[in-house]
């Protein structure tokens, strides 16, 4: 790569222009003999640069046949395709008769449209530019399934089978969503991220797997497939409050700790205090909520942290609390107040502790008329290890997951969607899977 700061000698000025090194075609093993110039797109005539005449049966030289052009698609000079028109001579053998054409495989992969150049340009377009397939198939001037075919065997034999790809991991964070709904429902699959980066501070997360289903099956089965080593690095899982994933860890990697995420945490105490609002508004005006029932109306206001309150919604929530009917809202909403406030602790120890402090409060014995809450109780008192965990271990947080999830939902929505799993998979490694300085140290 071109770097301004770079102490490399200056390159020859040659003055002599040659087209073979300025197209790239003498990594492939080509020379330009010829190029002729179209309003679309530019043909450059190659021959080889080195002749292997030997028989691939007996290994004596063959007596040249005839000659066959073939033509592949090459690097585009900005939105402008080239294509190669190679000479690709056929021998026939003395010997034993065998007829046999010059092997291309310093051109292209077998059977391939693109040449090696094209195959590592397109790759480079999806994962580092975040291209879509079809912009990659417009500019190469070849079809969808060409492109997608060589950004898939490239991306994976290249990058995502990469042998050190997996080196290095010691937090995981887990976690599903739905990649696709059908008619019969939505398809879920199981996330894993490397959440090391994080912890460290020395990059982002990236995206390490993507299996189907949500299940302990589907994240147990993952890690058992990785190597012995593999999971004896892992320190840390982050997870959801799916109880699956929390024996699937226990089962698979029984070192490591689990953690469930403050974002869930939060998460799950917050549909409590909406439920709880829920009910406590059809009951007290028999219907789910009028735009000008002030209980409906506070709906976010009760979800913003306290801290974060302005004077309006202060002044709006006192107003609230004065009414003795709406009880029931306001010890939830404190309940949930209190656990924000214990994660944003400065303190991690102190946080700590006042998590404990809520969880001690309404793990049991919470009055009769909040049933929201003393569900909420018995859930954080169930995953009362994992959620103080966090504190131990605060840079596990599954926050990055969220956003690699919303990485792939943008790229469902350039790819208009996916019906094929395979292909999903493969899209969303390349597209979060951290692949960058890989790429750049391959380039
Ligand atoms: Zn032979």
Redesign the pocket.
Known sequence: MYDATSTTPARPLVTAPDLTSFARVDVLGLEVVAQQVWPDRAVLFCELAAIDDR????G?P?QPHDRVRRRFTHLPVGRRATWLHVMVPRFR?A????LWRHPLTTVARPRSKLTRAADWWALCQVVLDHAPISGVAAVLGVSWDTANTAVSEVGTRVLIEHPGRLDGVEVIGVDEHAWRHTRKGDKYVTVIIDLTPIRDGTGPARLLDLVEGRSKKAFKTWLDAQDEDFRAHVQIVAMDGFTGFKTAAAEAVPEATAVMDPFHVVALAGDKLNQTRQRVQRDLTGSRGRRDDPLYRARRTLRTGRALLTDKQKTRLEALWAIDDLAAVEVTWCVYQDLIDAYRHPEPALGKKLLATVIDRIKTGVPAGLDELAQLGRTLQQRRADILAFFDHPGSSNGPTEAINGRLEHLRGIALGFRNLINYRLRSLLEAGGFRPLIHSLS
Not at 55 to 58: D, E, G, I, L, T
Not at 95 to 98: H, P, Q, S, V
């Open positions: 028989c691939p049966a007996c004596i063959g053998c010997e034993c008769g065998r």
